[in-house]
């Protein structure tokens, strides 16, 4: 399934199905100087799916993600997205091959309008420069405005319309969250991560970003890699689930069979249970 | 008129995203530009031209200059002054060395030259940040102003590195009088900040506000962070090359590399943050703060001081200058952090409301 423009993306992808793995992870080790923060792990993800990594805090969840996105660069082990290895990267290079993602701790501009912070999340898809842009017409301009179109869709989508000129710093915490969904959205990626998208939120606006995120896998068709903590949440919404314990991996398969592993009951309950 | 937007609907996005939104304020720049091109001219005086006028213009597009550079990409500079420097030397250069070329092609140069070299010692932001940054921008102000003393071949073997800028001639027409001087320079001014005004509402603006406000999260984005920074420096000390020919060849005629010392990017820096950082009107501004204030200050406390038959000498006049500019400047920056733009924003905010705030 390719990605689709966003308007009319319901239409043409109705029903998701799982296709072809597309990103797979193969011995991946990752150490800071002497702590590890990530042994021997592998894992794939299938075009389609809602892919959730779980585990306890400093498991190594948001270093793996910071692996698949080029943050930091693993010692050991190979990455093959989309039929490309590659070892290391460029976190702005990850973006270009279509891996968007939000942070844990909300990392908007916060200088920047909701709008703003929207149309630079689009910036792997405009290619004019400088000295277009100093113009204020031209094709630079025209550019512009045929993204500042694409962003209103996300907008729209998100239902943020009423705080499109708004500096980000001023909205409230869920907003910024939404907000940010908004920026990774914007660049229309193939390959969504997702930090802890419901960290600190209450229920109802937990359940605004959970169907925010079945949207963007059903209608767009999205793939999703997501952390989160609540286990409800992971349970309902992920096809597979990835459980990781002191940068190991301890579990792999459907929401069912990890709740039913022994290892993951024991990392998260403790032995004796 | 009243100040105010309502009723005027935005019915596409070209309407929404153009560069004065509100028709007021297309009036009021509109009004202001017809009166400093036309208006101007016709009453002020030789003493207004090149002792204010000139000075304001040439400084406020240096402070814009490292506005681009520290405002909307973040990164903190030192070597306003060094990268003037760098403009005036080269404008006088190709001038001198370079068989009938027009005047502004020479501007246009010195601005690529002085972007060339910005580039140059902007490299080390792509290691260090914040002061340290500064403090290796603070290399480039010392290293330039010794090789411009140090090779006199710059400065075409004149004693101590002055130059004396040539005439300035276009198209047979000479400007040699302030009033037309006055003229070149607010025309290059306009044309300038207009197109730093688009810049920072493009794509590149926001590539640089993103790299200031969070630089990991747009290197996620897709924005690369190298390119990104340097592009920055290169526009913000092709900015200040400019600036410093102008300086060169329309303010004060004959320059030295001492004079593009540490004192004059301090005084840039300084028009940045009280004016505004991270905006095109701050500049033009903090300039029209830090160079009027002196100027008023010294042609009211005189005959102030007489008026109530105080017996204040010159000097105890100048030191009461020097104190209420300090405190002035305290004083603004207590009052709005963010410098005289944020007031000027907040007055137009509670203009909008105004009469009937509910």
Known sequence: MQMNQIGNAAVETAGRKIGEVILSLEHISLAFGGVKALTDISFDVREGEVRAIIGPNGAGKSSMLNVINGVYHPQQGRIVFHGRERRAMEPHKAARQGIARTFQNIALFKGMSVLDNLMTGRVTKMHHGLFAHMLGFGPGRREELAHRQKVEEVIDFLEIQHIRKTPVGRLPYGLQKRVELGRALAAEPSLLLLDEPMAGMNVEEKEDMCRFILDVNDQMGTTIVLIEHDMGVVMDISDRVVVLDYGKKIGDGVPAEVKANPHVIKAYLGAGH | ?358
């Open chain 2, 1 to 358: 008129m009243l100040y105010r937007e309502a009723g005027q609907f935005k019915t596409s996005f070209a309407e929404d995203m153009q560069i004065f939104p509100i028709r007021q304020d297309r009036i009021a720049i509109g009004l202001l530009l017809a009166f400093a091109f036309l208006g101007v001219p016709l009453f002020a005086s030789e003493y207004w031209f090149s002792a204010i006028l000139i000075p304001f213009l040439i400084f406020a597009l240096a402070a814009l200059g490292l506005n681009i550079l520290t405002g909307y990409c973040g990164q903190l500079s030192l070597g306003t002054a060094a990268f003037m420097a760098v403009g005036a030397y080269a404008a006088y250069n190709f001038q001198l060395r370079v068989e009938g070329i027009p005047i502004l092609v020479s501007f246009l140069l010195a601005g690529f030259t002085a972007a060339a070299v910005g580039v140059l010692f902007g490299l080390p932001s792509l290691r260090i940040k914040g002061f340290y940054l500064a403090v290796a921008t603070l290399a480039a102000q010392f290293f330039i102003v010794w090789v411009l003393t140090k090779f006199p071949w710059l400065s075409n073997n004149s004693s101590s590195g002055v130059i004396s800028a040539q005439k300035i001639q276009i198209l047979g027409f000479s400007f040699d009088t302030p009033v037309s001087k006055y003229l070149l320079v607010l025309g290059i001014v306009v044309v300038m900040a207009l197109a730093a005004k688009n810049l920072a509402r493009s794509g590149t603006g926001r590539a640089w506000m993103a790299v200031r406000d969070m630089d990991v999260a747009a290197q996620v984005i897709g924005i690369p962070l190298m390119h990104t920074k340097l592009t920055a420096f290169a526009v913000s000390s092709f900015y200040c090359g400019v600036a410093g020919a102008l300086y060169a060849f329309c303010y004060l005629g004959s320059v030295e590399p001492d004079g593009f010392n540490l004192d004059l990017s301090f005084r840039i820096l300084f028009m940045v943050i009280i004016g505004g950082v991270g905006s095109v009107l701050g500049s033009f501004l903090g300039a029209a703060f830090i160079l009027l204030l002196p100027i008023f200050l010294d042609s009211t406390l005189q005959p102030a001081a007489q008026a109530i038959g105080l017996p204040f000498s010159n000097a105890t006049v100048s030191h009461i200058q020097f104190m209420v500019f300090g405190a002035l400047i305290m004083f603004f920056l207590i009052v709005e952090p963010h410098g005289l733009t944020r007031l000027w924003q907040i007055t137009k905010e509670k203009l909008r409301l105004w009469p009937f705030p509910h």
